[in-house]
């Protein structure tokens, strides 16, 4: 298929029922006890910085590992794969001394899991397969200050945030991605640029992909990193017309139902989820079982609450199996009749009566 037609099958798909997300793909790394050696491969043998830790650099240097963790959510039903992109912007891989590398690293990322993605279409014609081009929040923070000494000082902006994520997508984009994922998105700033990012390369290509976003909570008072509440950050990106919006990593899905139907009972667009498999324990584990995630989620999807579903931290192809077999049944979450009033958003929404 083209890609017009596969973003026209998605959004039949999603019409349809609820669809399927993959899972953690840095806990599926984890479970190959990857040393040093490992992540350098023979083409970074010598370089001169730490690269163990550098999940998304093993794209190119173990891309059958990737590839099978793609292949492990495929066939435990995803109708979604994100890319191994998560930390592949010039801004999170100068940790590593990999800025030049960035655009290789998308573009290769992207076509592993379009391979994988596109073996499974071909032996499921009924059930196409996706692949989400995903675009993390980098480790800088554009609208807080890492000085407490100094509440004006910022490590980035959001022309540098803007330029690194441009980069990315374009390698997506030739890689072969369906969507752009914003994920994990603690500071709103940050996933303004990836936004504008996203629009402008849209434009210089001339190619319009579905944007999704999705948020993270950071504490119990239901709120971002930057302060916002659910509904706030809605209104701070509803401009860039998403087809999705939603949260993921965050808590276990216990804690996260409520921030879910707070975001779901304003959005004009479809809401996805993916949380983690619980809170991880003392030895940084994570306690939920499948069925124990599955139970709770399966509850989400007979609320109507969700349109796509899946996990972060902690959850495997299990987790995805247990989840898939309990929403099976039930329809997706109606898109709602949102009344047109001007809504604006600081830390807290603003609608004008």
């Known amino acids: ?3 017009e037609e596969r973003i026209e099958a998605l959004k039949d798909a999603a019409d349809a029922r609820i669809l399927i997300l993959d899972g953690a793909m840095g806990t599926m790394i984890q479970r190959h006890q990857l040393g040093e050696e490992d992540f350098r491969g023979s083409r970074f043998a010598d370089h001169d910085s730490d690269l163990k830790g ?4 093993l794209s190119l240097t173990q891309p059958e590992i990737i590839a099978g963790i793609h292949d492990a959510y495929f066939e435990a039903g995803a109708d ?4 191994n992109t998560f930390n592949s912007t010039s801004i999170s891989q100068a940790d590593y001394g990999l800025e030049d590398i960035v655009y290789e690293m998308n573009v290769e990322a992207a076509l592993l899991a379009r391979r994988e ?6 032996r499921q014609p009924d059930k196409p397969r996706f692949v989400a081009g995903a675009l993390g929040p980098t480790n800088r923070t554009a609208s807080l200050s890492p000085d407490v000494n ?3 000082f910022r490590n980035v902006s959001f022309e540098e945030l803007t330029e690194a ?10 890689g072969g991605v369906d969507t752009i994922l914003i994920e994990t998105v603690f500071d709103t700033l940050n996933a303004k640029a990836a936004g504008f990012a996203a629009l402008n390369v849209f434009d210089e290509l001339q190619v319009r992909l579905p944007i999704m976003l999705s948020g993270t909570i950071t504490d119990y008072s239901g709120r971002n990193l930057s302060g916002q509440t659910p509904e706030a950050f809605w209104y701070s990106l509803r401009h860039l017309k998403p087809f999705s919006v939603g949260l993921n990593c965050s808590f276990g899905a216990e804690q996260l139902r409520a921030p879910v139907a707070e975001i779901g009972a304003v959005a004009e667009c479809l809401v996805t989820v993916y949380p983690n498999a619980g809170l991880p324990n003392e030895m940084g584990e ?4 499948p069925e124990m995630m599955a139970g709770k989620l399966r509850e989400w999807a007979e609320a109507g609450l969700i349109n796509m579903i899946g996990g972060c931290c902690g959850t495997t192809p299990d987790h995805i199996r247990a989840i898939a077999e309990v929403v099976r049944d039930f329809p997706p979450r109606q898109i709602p009749d949102i009344p047109v009033k001007m809504r604006l958003s600081g830390l807290e929404p603003f609608i004008h009566a």
């Open 1 to 3: 298929m083209s890609r």
């Open 165 to 174: 994520y441009g980069e990315q997508v374009r390698g997506l984009i030739e």
């Open 117 to 122: 993605a596109d073996k499974w279409t071909e």
């Open 80 to 83: 979604f794969c994100g890319t």
């Open 286 to 289: 994570y306690d939920e079982s």
């Open 150 to 152: 100094d509440p004006g």
């Open 54 to 57: 550098n999940n998304d650099l």
